[in-house]
């Protein structure tokens, strides 16, 4: 089975200044996609940013990167010139790779998510 | 294109009731997951349909259930509600041509009293 862990339940950080979430995952699996999504107070849940775990580069987004640690089973998220849309919880989620119709396959298992506030 | 809708976005049920919610995916996109949020348990996979065949299944009872169309629309439906049931459910859409990304909806809020 799959677990995601965030262990930051809460975060703040100064608007423009850089801010990183971290996410620990534990699998058997060797070919899966790694995702953070965030959550805004309208409860939308959107796309951040998605890894491919059998890529070594790291993903990057405008401002939002990650750090990908597949060894260590780490990929922390990095926003980078925080504004006051980054505002929202932030869930690391896995996915392992599948084909059409393989048992868990297609499956989100999410982290407990992390509250981030920007503050002005 | 338009994104995944959900209807109703918000419901009040009592206690032994049925409900069906209802997702329209992404146009172009065949696979359709249901997904529970609760503050106890957090984001929790209900079930996901690909080509009107329900493919994968959390660990959930026999009274929610789905159903995916031909036009990949899905409902889902839960039986005799319960107080615990109450829950945000995202429905989120993929294109499936293996492992895709999901694109969520914006969720119905059920409240069971």
């Known amino acids: 089975a799959q677990t995601v862990t965030q262990s930051q339940p809460e975060m703040s950080v100064q608007e423009a200044e850089t801010v990183t979430l971290s996410c620990t995952y534990d699998t058997s699996e060797n070919n899966y996609y790694l995702f953070w999504y965030k959550q805004p107070p309208s409860r939308q849940m959107i796309l951040v940013i998605r890894q491919e775990a059998y890529k070594q580069q790291n993903a990057t987004e405008n401002r939002f990167s990650v750090n990908f640690q597949k060894a260590a089973k780490s990929f922390s998220l990095k926003i980078s010139d925080s504004q006051l849309g980054d505002t929202a919880m932030y869930f690391c989620?896995?996915?392992?790779?599948?084909?059409?119709?393989?048992?868990?396959?297609?499956?989100?298992?999410f982290g407990t998510g992390t509250r981030l506030t920007v503050i002005p | 294109k338009a994104g995944v809708t959900q209807t109703p976005r918000y419901l009040i049920k009592t206690r032994g009731q049925q409900v069906t919610l209802s997702c329209s995916p992404i146009?172009?996109?065949?696979?359709v997951s249901w997904y529970q949020q609760t503050p106890g348990q957090g984001l929790q996979f209900l079930f996901e349909y690909f080509s009107e065949t329900q493919r994968n299944k959390g660990n959930f009872p026999g009274r929610f259930s789905g159903r995916q169309f031909s036009n990949s629309r899905s409902e889902m439906n839960v039986s005799t509600l319960e107080l615990g049931d109450s829950a945000l459910y995202l429905c989120a859409s993929s294109p499936y041509r293996q492992t895709d990304t999901q694109y969520f909806g914006p969720g119905t809020r059920l409240t069971v009293l």
């Open positions: 989620a896995f996915m392992k790779h599948g084909s059409v119709g393989q048992t868990g396959a297609n499956n989100l298992f």
């Open positions: 146009s172009g996109h065949r696979s």
